[in-house]
């Protein structure tokens, strides 16, 4: 068995020691290290809050704040996993920031896309620890391009190509229908949106290191508003929703814009695997009330990017030191629920294969007698309304999300630092966790509050420093009717179900993107 001795002499570590060097001793071979030192005492402060944790592939640590009861359970067609909860850089505890959400019918969980929003470093090991399948990535949302956030998208896009099929083993080689020469055609389709810079970016990576993944890959970059455009919204979403705070002053608004402004042009070429993205842009407030008299009605800032069989998905600016978005998540309708009751009364079943028939609204021959159907209209109840769910990059200030970000049912929400620093998170643009549970407050939050992206600093073995955390979280929610939770690495929660449809007057928007000429009435988020 192979050993690494490793002397720890630093003037710091030896104070902690009693004036000793410690001896450690890392067996290696086993699946976790043991750690034997000569002082059988160090001071926790030493080495970090959690040196000696131990953490099991595929398993998320114990949290320090618990999940709210009705977020846990099986696929139910919205599902949100944390493959990074912590800021900055990694630690013992936290990987950098990277959610991952798998969308699809609940009955249909095998074919459920698995969409990601933030690639920090190492998010395909945590992919590798978790319960997700990478190849079912269709999908990547990228908030902004601090390191923190995009440094493991190139090696994530390495190993997706890597674990394709290529065309020449390809079963349906021939059978795809494309043009003679192209054998992109048959390789899987990776989109991936995020802020200017985002080709450069991928381009730069894969493109030095000459890397040809095999995928189909197209890069979308979302333009910031102009700062007339920023002003006019940032005015009209704060009246919307009475945000009772100081008004930007015009020289922090001026500060805001400058940092949106598109810089990063990419005059490199596309690569082998890369087909034509699109540029999407920020509609006026001037366009949308052209449609109408109330924006209420038929606007908001916030832009579609998605809209396929599962869901849709809108974006929308965030304040911060470079240009940085927020995503709003809102799941298909639903189907509807079997009323068991009435199906046990009235034909005598309780479960059947048949049902997944009878939820897609398909009348089926009752199993045990032939000449009985059984019709879905007398035994579905009401589908519930889509759900919605939003996840923030970093932020200081999400007024422009708030709009499209209302009556949501779950919201991932940043908490970097506590009130104690809250002039830090000031001066860099970011959150404390009183701010994140304001947010909520506002937004009409109507299921839970998920706090990530939370500094190294708050990692305590005890749980204090999270508990600290958690109560400035729901000082600032007052008395929100929603539950508030510190996320981990690996954990996976359900996004709770809504029992009605959102008000279709207050919650339909308008977008306009680069290829369109006109404004697209959207529906409700």
Not at 125 to 146: A, C, D, N, P, V
């Amino acid at each position: 068995m192979s050993h690494v001795l490793l002397s720890v002499c630093g003037r710091r570590h030896r104070r902690a020691l009693g004036g000793r060097s410690a001896l450690l001793q890392f067996r290696l071979g086993a699946r976790t290290a043991q750690v034997l030192c000569k002082q059988t005492h160090v001071h926790e402060r030493c080495f970090g809050s959690n040196i000696g944790a131990t953490y099991h592939p595929g398993v998320a640590p114990e949290s320090s704040t618990p999940v709210p009861s009705e977020l846990m359970g099986n696929f139910q067609g919205l599902e949100v996993t944390f493959l990074g909860t912590g800021a900055a850089a990694p630690s013992p505890r936290r990987n950098v920031l990277s959610v991952a959400v798998r969308i699809g019918l609940a009955e249909q969980r095998k074919s459920a896309a698995l969409w990601l929003f933030d690639v920090g470093e190492a998010t395909q090991h945590q992919l590798m620890r978790s319960h997700l399948h990478m190849g079912r990535i269709e999908r990547i949302f990228l908030t902004h391009l601090h390191g923190d956030h995009c440094f493991g998208l190139a090696g994530l896009l390495c190993g997706l190509g890597a674990n394709s099929i290529p065309d020449d083993q390809s079963e349906t080689a021939g059978d795809s229908g494309d043009a003679p020469g192209d054998r992109r055609g048959r390789l899987p389709l990776v989109d991936v949106y995020g802020p200017p810079g985002l080709r450069l970016l991928v381009r730069s990576a894969l493109g030095v290191g000459r890397a040809h993944p095999r995928l189909r890959l197209r890069l979308h970059e979302i333009v910031p508003p102009a700062p007339d455009v920023l002003r006019d919204w940032y005015e009209w979403s704060r009246q919307f929703m009475n945000v009772e705070d100081n008004r930007l002053s015009r020289a922090a608004l001026r500060t805001w814009a400058e940092t949106l402004a598109p810089t990063m042009d990419c005059s490199l070429p596309m690569l082998p695997c890369e087909q034509a993205g699109t540029d999407f842009h920020f509609p006026s407030l001037a366009d949308v009330q052209s449609m109408s008299e109330d924006p209420r009605i038929h606007g908001s800032i916030a832009l579609k990017l998605v809209d396929d069989e599962r869901g849709s998905v809108y974006v929308a600016p965030l304040r911060h030191s470079v240009p940085c978005f927020g995503y709003v998540i809102v799941e298909k309708q639903r189907l509807p629920r079997i009323d068991l009751v009435a199906l046990r009364q009235k034909y005598q079943l309780e479960t059947h294969p048949i049902l997944k028939e009878l939820k897609l609204g398909r009348s089926v021959p009752h199993p045990h007698d032939a000449s009985k159907w059984i019709e879905p209209s007398e035994v579905l109840q009401p589908a519930a309304g889509p759900r919605k769910l939003v996840i923030l990059g970093d932020t200081y200030d999400s007024t422009l999300i708030l709009p499209a970000a209302h009556q949501c049912q779950l919201l991932v929400h940043e908490a970097t630092l506590g009130d104690e620093l809250a002039h830090r998170a000031r001066s860099v643009q970011h959150s404390t966790a009183r701010m994140a549970g304001a947010f909520a407050k506002r937004a009409n939050l109507t299921g839970a509050l998920a706090l990530t992206h939370i500094s190294a600093r708050y990692d305590d073995q005890d749980g204090r420093s999270s508990r600290q955390l958690l109560a400035e979280a729901r000082q600032g929610a007052k008395d929100g009717q929603f539950s508030i939770f510190i996320a981990e690495d690996l954990q996976r929660v359900q996004v709770p179900g809504t029992t009605a449809q959102c008000d279709p007057a207050l919650m339909r928007y308008s977008t306009r993107s680069a290829d369109s000429d006109s404004a697209v009435m959207l529906d409700a988020l």
